[in-house]
């Protein structure tokens, strides 16, 4: 009976193989440290104080260009002139004139922050601010601007006053307030965009009370700081991911003949091979350039739905490869026999899926919507964020727990290997070797899946090596794992293919241990020429005992 790739393929052969795949990754990281820029860009934006007399809330109020507002430089400018607040519109355009936006910035993700000053009239310190914002679009000069959107929101101020604490506060001492999330554009399909920020101040005629912005203070500027994918590493990405996709199909397509070829249906570690090349191709196919010609405003919840998929996928496969290496295991080649590891990860991801909907999914209709407007969404956000990180972080010291039960053991049953004859230990020793390579690489590749999940969100600047090389750490690191996680599903598919290879005789000294492999249900070996005939007998039979689950069997028949 033929067993894995990875228990025939000889030594050179495997040496060669690692080198290319070696190559590959370096290349990968390579592609993203010296090639693409940074993954984002951050530009801040301050807006125009506009005059609006008549209090039309349906004309559009533009900063600058053909069109452009009645401006004011400040509230006091406009108290001297007869506005009050409400007739205050903070205008931006983004990007500035000339500029266009690309599509190639894929999304638009955009903070507010508020700089105003301390009053006498007003001693507390703002709490909450509402917002009437309307944002538009044109794709021209000559067009007129179209409405994408219109709120009214309310967000939550933190600002702290900075005041010579002697004097104490006095007036026109600054806030300094946090950024606030603004909204979020999961495509940037338009070139150019713009935002009107109206601050209506209000009180209850009925009561008299202060009802909206009225603790706001004397408020000086509104900054929009605009976040997006930058143009050069969307490029790089999606080239990487066309390269990548059929790679993987191909070996996963070359997989399945030999498996069909076979005389008996596949085993539990087959099917996760072939869920696991399903998966990564799945994640590969780059409809992200579907973007340039359409407007898709819930492609980020589509990528993040197909790498939640993927992590579901590897960190299963993960438990059931090396469960299933795990010699002294009673029950093995069943799922029900990973049930409780498998529904762990299941449960973990379907968590995120829910709170993925609940934040990308709600702002494919409102961007303006996010959870962490409010302290019950803002704890339940870190909550999520909090348990996925412990959760994975559990999963790997779990995972590396289970890989040194394996070595353990691999120990325990190199003790037979000195009864064997020459070619077969030289054989079964290369076996140990090659499957504890792999399975350190294995454990490689689940600690920077960990660290890249963890550490997706948090953006980087850049380094300088040189004077002239600028290396981009976060570009770097991005198409690296992903070339990583590319790189491990073929390395798999390959190794734990079923080898047509014939079992040599153990008697042949000459063998260079190619054509060697385990036979599960055979109980007897040919006497080794080393071996007295009565001795080598019983070793054989101590060899098929002791050696027969060691390595990379997985479980055949």
Request: charged share 20%.
């Amino acid at each position: 009976m033929a067993g894995v790739i990875l228990e025939n393929l000889s030594t050179k052969k495997l040496f060669g193989f690692c080198v290319i795949l070696l190559i590959v990754q370096i290349i990968c990281f390579l592609v993203g440290g010296l090639i693409a820029p940074k993954p984002t860009d951050a530009n801040s934006h301050l807006t125009t104080k506009c005059v609006d007399p008549a209090d039309n809330v349906h004309k559009w109020f533009i900063p600058n260009g053909p069109g452009e507002c009645s401006k004011v430089a400040n509230f006091e400018e406009a108290a001297r002139k007869y506005f009050d607040a409400n007739q205050i519109v903070f205008s931006l355009q983004m990007p500035h004139r000339p500029y266009n936006m690309s599509r190639s910035f894929q999304f638009i993700l955009t903070m507010l922050r508020l700089e105003t000053q301390y009053q006498l009239t007003v001693p507390d310190a703002p709490e909450e601010m509402t917002m009437i914002v309307r944002v538009g679009y044109r794709d021209s000069e000559y067009e007129d601007w179209k409405e994408l959107t219109r709120v009214t929101e309310t967000r939550k101020l933190e600002c702290l006053l900075h005041s010579n604490e002697d004097e104490g506060p006095v007036d026109g001492d600054p806030y300094d307030c946090e950024p606030l999330p603004f909204f979020e554009l999961s495509t940037c399909h338009h070139k150019q965009y713009l935002i009107n920020i109206r601050l209506p101040v209000e009180f209850n005629k009925k009561t008299n009370e202060q009802k909206y912005n009225t603790k706001l203070g004397s408020i000086n500027d509104i900054w929009i700081i605009e976040i997006h994918q930058t143009g050069g590493f969307t490029l790089v990405w999606l080239t990487m991911k066309t390269v990548m996709t059929p790679i993987p199909l191909v070996f996963l397509i070359w997989f399945w003949l030999r498996i069909s070829k076979l005389n008996r249906s596949p085993v539990l570690m087959e099917k996760f091979v072939m869920v696991l090349g399903i998966s990564i191709t799945f994640l590969n196919i780059p409809i992200e350039w579907f973007t340039f010609w359409f407007n898709i405003p819930y492609m980020l919840l589509i990528s993040d739905i197909r790498q939640g998929i993927f992590y579901a996928t590897l960190l299963s496969s993960w438990i059931i490869f090396v469960g299933e290496h795990l010699m002294d295991t009673v029950e093995r080649a069943r799922l029900s026999a990973y049930w409780k590891q498998v529904g762990t990860i299941a449960f973990c991801c379907f968590c995120m899926f829910v709170f993925d909907m609940c934040e990308r999914g709600v702002q494919i209709s409102n961007p303006f919507f996010t959870l962490w407007t409010t302290e019950t969404g803002k704890n339940l956000a870190m909550i999520f964020l909090v348990m996925a990180g412990i959760c994975f972080s559990a999963y790997f010291l779990f995972l590396c727990f289970m890989v040194w039960q394996i070595f353990r053991n691999i120990s325990i049953k190199r003790l037979a290997l000195p009864h064997m004859a020459k070619a077969r230990r030289l054989h079964y020793e290369g076996l140990i070797f090659r499957f504890k390579f792999f399975m350190l690489f294995t454990l490689l590749c689940a600690a920077l899946t960990v660290i890249f999940f963890i550490l997706s969100q948090v953006y980087e600047d850049h380094y300088k090596m040189g004077h002239e090389k600028t290396l981009q750490i976060s570009s770097a690191f991005f198409t690296g794992v992903y070339g990583m996680w590319n790189i491990y599903v073929v390395a798999v598919i390959f190794l734990y293919a079923p080898s047509h290879k014939q079992v040599s005789s153990d008697n042949d000294d000459s063998s260079e241990g190619s054509h060697v492999e385990f036979q599960l249900e055979s109980t007897a070996t040919t006497p080794g020429c080393d071996d007295p005939p009565s001795t080598a007998t019983a070793a054989a039979r101590t060899d098929q005992s002791e050696l027969k689950n060691l390595l990379t069997k997985t479980a055949i028949d």
